[in-house]
């Protein structure tokens, strides 16, 4: 597996994402997880879930130093008050003194952004975070971020997929050295059963999920997030490595984009327009 250098950080092109996983599932399947080889492991405060992934992680056998963590923070903890707490309540429950990414979760708040940023650097600063981002940022709150942040930002976690077309959003991460983070790359369920991805992984000996994963790595700049509660499909998910996709077969996943094709729109957290 290859890593993606971002501003310094230096992220496993391949994270396990736990959203949605209740926290005895998370116990179940992420030590499969990395003891397969998994080592970029995703979280966020909202998931409720980051007491079992730091036990996951401390009682895995691999050194912490081999793991890239990261979680977020829920919009409720961004004012300056309540946002440092946050974090060490975060670093407790993960059983960690540090997270290697720490994340703003959604950029709607009240609270304003230059404070936020303040806040995620003063994290920063104390080690508590190893590097910094931001996730489900348009171009124009991205830029923002970086320009306030005193710290380069590694990462723009956001919905990507093939059915949504981000080439904009990613032209412009890339060109502040910050990568995007894919979520949802399953789009609901829809991509394992879309049949251009099908017949485009029978020619690799491969599924319309790994198609998928394999097209986001593929691209410069961008991590993957793949998910799933179910131990067999772990290796799948995780086999992406010995085999590329031609140009031809990547401008076939790009194609299926349609205009409406965002999944996770909610009003009240995102920002005032997508790009």
């Given amino acids: 597996m290859h890593s993606v250098n971002a501003n310094g950080a230096n992220i496993p092109a391949l994270g396990f994402g736990t959203f ?15 003891e397969l080889g998994f080592r970029h492991i995703d979280t966020a405060q909202i998931y409720g879930n980051e007491a079992e992934v730091g036990q996951a992680i401390a009682t895995s056998g691999v050194p912490r130093d081999e793991i890239f963590l990261t979680t ?55 080690g508590k975070v190893k590097h910094i981002g931001i996730s489900n940022f348009n171009i124009e709150m991205m830029e923002e971020a970086a320009k306030l942040s005193e710290a380069p930002l590694a990462t723009n976690q956001v919905e990507f ?31 394992p059963k879309e049949e251009v991805l099908k017949d485009i992984g029978a020619k690799h000996g491969k599924t319309a999920a790994q198609v998928a994963l394999r097209w986001a790595v593929q691209q410069e700049g961008v991590i993957a997030l793949s998910k799933t509660a179910t131990e067999s499909r772990l290796k799948e998910n995780f086999d992406l490595f010995d085999f590329a996709l031609s140009d031809e077969e990547m401008q076939a996943v790009q194609a299926l984009a349609k205009a409406d094709g965002r999944i996770v729109n909610p009003a009240h957290l995102r920002p005032p327009h997508w790009d």
């Fill in 20 to 34: 949605r996983m209740p926290g005895a599932d998370v116990l179940r399947v992420l030590p499969k997880a990395i």
């Fill in 72 to 126: 977020k923070v829920w919009v409720d903890k961004f004012a300056a008050k309540d946002f440092a707490a946050s974090v060490d309540e975060s670093l407790t429950k993960l059983k960690t003194d540090h997270v290697d990414l720490l994340l703003l979760h959604w950029p709607q708040s009240d609270v304003p952004l230059a404070e936020r940023m303040e806040s995620l650097n003063a994290a920063h600063r104390a």
């Fill in 161 to 191: 997929h093939p059915y949504l077309d981000q080439r904009t959003l990613l032209a412009a991460a890339r060109s502040h050295g910050i990568s995007l983070t894919a979520y949802y790359l399953m789009a609901d369920g829809k991509v």
